[in-house]
């Protein structure tokens, strides 16, 4: 399961560079200078990578950061405008953390909206509220068993902005905090509180 989706995630990310990238270029190309700044508008890929943060509680230990310390992780997402200040997107991201507990990933699916309010700008901050599913795994030290998570309900909510480099090409920092709550008996309890600050790359498709 965990293998699955790390490979559909990865393949995810790889195919962002491979689709995004090119066709922005060839769009820009298209369209010639010069450019006034206005970014393009329609449906867009994006993804990045983001070192995590956690405030949260594992059973067994007194903190998530003494359980399994700090990760990283990566993002692809998909997304299209639905006014001129609202877009909605979908997120599939991953997150790695390495500690005294073992081994731990977990993996988000997320509906998200967006919401723009200087979308004609080069330099374009924004919010971000979504909700979706989370799974996960934990590989104890030594030769454990991987311990599979259920998928969860999560929520997430970003702040960042989208710095256009070209009309069709922005870099979007990003700092994105979501919530995790994992009570089944075979886990026992986490919940975590991950901040994820990194950035993003964005190419969008007219």
Do not use: H
Not at 54 to 79: L, M, N, Y
Not at 97 to 126: C, H, M, N, R, W
């Amino acid at each position: 399961m965990r293998l699955r989706l790390a490979r559909v995630l990865g393949i995810a990310a790889i195919g962002v560079l491979l689709v995004g990238l090119p066709l922005a270029r060839a769009q820009d190309e298209e369209e010639g200078p010069p450019w006034n700044g206005k970014p393009a508008r329609g449906f867009y890929l994006g993804g990045g990578v983001s070192g995590s943060f956690v405030q949260g509680d594992v059973s067994g230990f007194s903190s998530f950061d003494q359980a399994f310390g700090p990760g990283f992780g990566f993002q692809a997402f998909v997304g299209a405008p639905l006014t001129d200040n609202f877009f909605t997107q979908v997120n599939f991201a991953m997150d790695f953390y390495d500690g005294p507990a073992g081994d731990l990933q977990i993996y988000y699916g997320t509906a998200e909206l967006k919401i723009v309010p200087l979308p004609e700008e080069k330099f374009s901050p924004y919010l971000l509220f979504g909700i979706g599913g989370a799974v996960g795994g934990i590989s104890p030290p030594g030769a454990g068993p991987v311990v599979d998570t259920d998928v969860e309900f999560t929520f997430t909510t970003a702040i960042g902005a989208d710095f256009y480099l070209t009309r069709s090409i922005a870099f979007e920092p990003e700092a994105r905090l979501r919530f995790l709550n994992d009570e089944s008996t075979e886990t026992g309890i986490l919940k975590a509180f991950p901040v994820n600050i990194g950035g993003n790359f964005i190419f969008i498709i007219e």
